[in-house]
């Protein structure tokens, strides 16, 4: 069987290095690549072409939804599975919005690993057992209904998660390329679209959708 070949992606180096240590292990699998927030993990999604991204949630400049969204719009045939110390339905329900394919607690087992990245690899859906269940549960009792986040431009997204990591304007638009004043408009249409209209109000509300965690 050719090894399944994976791009890392985490944003603790200690994390990652044990993650890869973990994965050396496998003998079906290759990891090819790491990055270190998830602007790195589109990048090099692009650049190396692996079949599965393995993707912590909480990174810094750009979350994991947010990448997997890109990688997945970008690359279709690449399958991201999200890493997440979150059981809660809300994050889990996020990341199969934004086009992952797994979702796997930190905590899980070595054999629970390598059984995600086998099945995902194969084109299946795979969420950690402990959550499925619940899972299910949760999109049967509030369905699929759209919030106001879920109108959100991909753009959008990212400029309230740099807003609420303390970015300055001017920063946001060396991160972004692109200019101060595009900037400036894109925060106004976000106050104005969640009817939230100061800064504190924005970073409650990215740590609520979880685009950033409290640390941060």
């Known amino acids: 069987m050719k090894a399944i070949r994976l791009l890392l992606a985490d944003d603790h180096t200690l994390v990652r290095a044990g993650l890869r240590a973990l994965l050396q292990k496998l003998p079906d699998v290759e990891v090819i690549a790491e990055a270190n927030n998830g602007r790195e993990a589109v990048r090099l999604a692009g650049q190396v072409r692996p079949d599965v991204v393995l993707m912590d949630i909480a990174m810094s400049e750009l979350n994991g939804l947010e990448a997997a969204g890109q990688i997945v719009r970008e690359f279709p045939a690449i399958r991201v599975i999200m890493l997440s110390m979150h059981a809660t339905e809300e994050y889990v329900v996020q990341a199969l919005k934004a086009g992952a394919s797994g979702y796997l607690l930190k905590n899980a087992a070595a054999a629970e690993l390598e059984k995600a990245i086998t099945h995902v690899a194969m084109g299946e859906t795979f969420l950690s057992p402990s959550i499925s ?45 692109i200019s101060v004043k595009t900037v400036e408009t894109h925060r106004s249409q976000l106050m104005e679209h ?10 409650r509300y990215a740590i609520r959708l979880g685009l950033v965690t409290p640390e941060h």
Do not use: F, M, S, W
């Open 133 to 177: 269940r619940q899972v299910t549960e949760y999109i049967r009792r509030v369905g699929q209904d759209q919030t106001p986040a879920d109108r959100l431009t991909p753009r959008q997204r990212e400029i309230l998660q740099l807003i609420a990591e303390g970015n300055t304007t001017k920063r946001i638009a060396q991160i972004l390329n």
């Open 194 to 203: 969640l009817d939230i209209h100061d800064v504190a109000g924005l970073v």
